[in-house]
């Protein structure tokens, strides 16, 4: 087993640590925990919420930047979403999730998202209906700050960190 087959580590409790990156991810998006997609404005509710809650025994939980979502894709890894349409996310991730997520970064009226089919992040605007198949996949820091650079996926595409 390679590094990479360790990197996330199941915490039994509903999330998954990425010990590349010493970050915490919920495990299930909301989709999957709640069965219906979210408005930014739902995205950030279920954070806070989850926040009150204490889920996992903490309250630091947060939305991903778009470069934390951008260093859990994958191209390698061929997960499954909602629609059995390839996601690149890590296979201890459970199948079924979305596939685009909100991101922490907004300005005004937009807000960035990041999609795991075509490993982009973009700006979209903060009341986009919650039928567009936008997801939230909560994350907190779970250690010092790693900082990895000059990165090349196995595709040999340069990656940035």
């Not at 260093?71 to 079924?96: R, S, T």
């Not at 991101?103 to 999609?115: H, S, T």
Request: aromatic share 14%; charged share 30%.
């Amino acid at each position: 087993m390679s590094e990479e087959d360790n990197r996330f580590k199941d915490n039994e409790n509903g999330t998954l640590t990425d010990t590349k990156y010493n970050l915490m991810w919920f495990k299930e998006d909301t989709y999957q925990l709640k069965g219906k997609w979210c408005t930014w404005k739902g995205a950030s509710k279920f954070v806070e919420k989850m926040n009150e809650e204490k889920f996992a025994g903490f309250s630091d939980w947060r939305l991903p930047s778009s470069q934390e979502c951008r260093n859990l894709y994958d191209h390698e890894c061929k997960n499954m979403d909602f629609n059995d349409d390839i996601v690149h996310i890590d296979l201890k991730f459970p199948e079924g999730c979305g596939f685009t997520y909100w991101c922490a970064e907004d300005k005004g009226i937009n807000a960035m998202a990041y999609n795991f089919y075509s490993d982009r992040a973009y700006t979209i605007r903060k009341t986009t209906s919650s039928e567009s198949n936008m997801s939230c996949r909560p994350i907190r820091t779970a250690g010092p700050k790693v900082k990895k650079m000059g990165r090349v996926s196995n595709t040999g595409r340069s990656r940035r960190e």
